[in-house]
């Protein structure tokens, strides 16, 4: 009976040893398994992480990402993604064509010499403007000011034309226009800073935001592929039709700034005048052999502009 128990006893014990090994094979075929997926599935990982950081590696920034990035026009344009800039009455006869590029020292020139004599013309209904903001003296000098003025202008014309003209205006002031070298307009601080002296731009906190964000970057992008239009590739540069507009130099002598800007003002409307007809009132005024020149003594024998300084009547 003794016997017998004890054989009993050896093969359930048998058994349980039997069914503990197969039990443990299994655990480790398991684990075996987990791990080969594991590693399958960190390779994977590995793969697809380096393919992304290949893929965005590759990817544009800056800049050349604003091109793909969505439109947004501002109000206020017309033409293929709104880049016809035409501000004037609507029942105004004929357009005159500005080119100008916000970096450009000559072009700032001509807005604080000349500006108020286009805005009146303007205001008066004499011609609409078209205005094309080239953006090239980033390429040529490096930075990105010129394009980041450009979409801070979009976000004024997006207020109203009055704010795009004031704000161009204001940018393009004595007080603020840097050293074209100076790539001060690529930071959002300081165009918000020059924004502060128009009124409709000022504590205005949907075009402080889109300065901020960039929101007409697309669209300066369109606005910067424009180069060329009319094989214009300087600034400033007027166009009536597909026919240049040509000011005279002012004469590079030793004068104020003031009487600078009075001859070079002079210049302009002579321009214009040849081109558009005398202004309404004015038949007849400024044809003498004198008109558009000015003593050479400044106020007080101030010094002014020298030979080889910029002058606006020449294209950038």
Same mark, same amino acid.
């Given at each position: 009976?003794?016997?017998?128990? #004890?054989?009993?006893? /050896?093969?359930?014990?048998? =058994? ?96 604080? %010499? ?13 011609? @609409? ?11 040529? #000098? ?8 450009? %979409? ?8 109203? $034309?009055?704010?795009?003209? /004031? ?7 004595? /007080?603020?226009? $840097?050293?074209?070298? =100076? ?5 959002? #601080? ?11 731009? @000022? ?9 901020? @964000? ?60 040849? =081109? ?14 004198? #008109?558009? /020149?000015?003593? %050479? ?20």
């Amino acid at each position: 009976m003794s016997n017998r128990n #004890s054989q009993t006893s /050896k093969t359930a014990a048998r =058994e349980r040893i039997r069914a503990e090994r197969e039990r443990q094979k299994k655990k480790e075929k398991l684990r075996r398994q987990l791990v080969v997926a594991g590693v399958v599935i960190g390779a994977l990982a590995l793969a697809g992480g380096i393919g992304f950081a290949v893929m965005k590696a590759n990817e544009p920034t800056g800049w050349e990402a604003a091109k793909e990035a969505e439109l947004v026009a501002p109000a206020h344009t017309q033409g293929k993604n709104g880049t016809e800039i035409l501000i004037g009455d609507k029942n105004a006869k004929e357009t005159l064509e500005v080119f100008e590029d916000v970096r450009c020292p000559a072009c700032a020139a001509f807005e604080q %010499s000349s500006g108020k004599a286009l805005l009146k013309d303007i205001e008066d209904g004499r011609y @609409k403007v078209r205005f094309t903001m080239y953006t090239f003296i980033d390429g040529m #000098s490096g930075g990105e000011g010129s394009k980041n003025a450009l %979409s801070a202008l979009g976000a004024a014309l997006n207020v109203s $034309p009055e704010a795009f003209l /004031k704000y161009k205006a204001a940018l393009y002031s004595a /007080k603020y226009h $840097p050293d074209e070298r =100076e790539d001060l307009y690529a930071k959002d #601080s300081e165009l918000l800073k020059v924004a502060g002296e128009v009124p409709e731009l @000022k504590n205005n906190k949907a075009f402080a935001t889109a300065v901020k @964000k960039g929101t007409y970057d697309r669209w300066t992008m369109d606005m910067t592929a424009l180069f060329g239009r009319k094989g214009v590739k300087g600034t400033p540069n007027f166009r009536h039709g597909d026919k240049k507009l040509v000011m005279a130099p002012v004469p590079q002598r030793q004068m104020t700034q003031a009487q600078y800007n009075q001859l070079a003002e002079a210049n302009f409307k002579k321009m214009i005048d040849k =081109e558009f007809g005398p202004a309404k009132g004015t038949a007849g005024q400024g044809s003498g052999k004198d #008109s558009g /020149k000015s003593d %050479s003594k400044g106020e007080g024998g101030a010094k002014g502009i020298r030979e080889g300084e910029k002058d606006p009547s020449g294209a950038h």
